[in-house]
């Protein structure tokens, strides 16, 4: 993890976090950087590791909509890369938040995870053939460039883990 590390930039950026465009990462591949420092702290809790886990989810909050639409590729200033949404990151990311909210109780990560847990739902299909019910894309637009007309077993996956979390967190009164 302490490699890791050397890898974030001051704002919260982690270089080289991608396998196919490390200036402009998914947020998918943003998602796990932040989840692997917040699972070290889970383990081996630091104040080094919390700082830099609460780094990245600050800067992942700056790229966040109001309506819950997280880039599916960011900048290092964490400037929007991409017009769609990586489906997937926005899930890992609403996780991570709900994780740093029950630690910090920093309201601000518990409102962009519900935001983009909203977001994400919102995409979910709910009817047609039983095998696609409950699916979730990709990305939105469908035709982006993450999985594109493509519903992912792992992104479905991640909106659950969040979801679950949510409704925890909700239940012990948020």
Sequence with gaps: ?????TKQAANGWFADCCLS????????TLGYALRGV????????????????ERTAQGLLGALRDDGFLPGQLAADWSAAADWS???GAAQVAHCWLQLF???GNPAYL????????Y???SVRLDGPQDQRGAVKGSFPVQSAYGPYA???WAAKFLADSLMLEAEVDAAGA
Excluded: D, F, S
Excluded at 40 to 49: D, M, V
Excluded at 111 to 118: K, T, V
């Design 151 to 153: 519903y992912l077993n």
């Design 102 to 104: 029950q630690w910090t």
């Design 111 to 118: 409102q962009a995870a519900r935001r983009a847990n909203a």
């Design 1 to 5: 993890m302490h490699w890791a590390l």
């Design 86 to 88: 990586c489906l997937t």
């Design 21 to 28: 465009n490390a200036e402009k990462p998914l947020t998918h």
């Design 38 to 53: 917040i699972e070290a702290h889970r383990w081996r809790p630091a104040p080094q590791l919390l700082g830099a886990a």
């Design 120 to 122: 994400v739902r919102r």
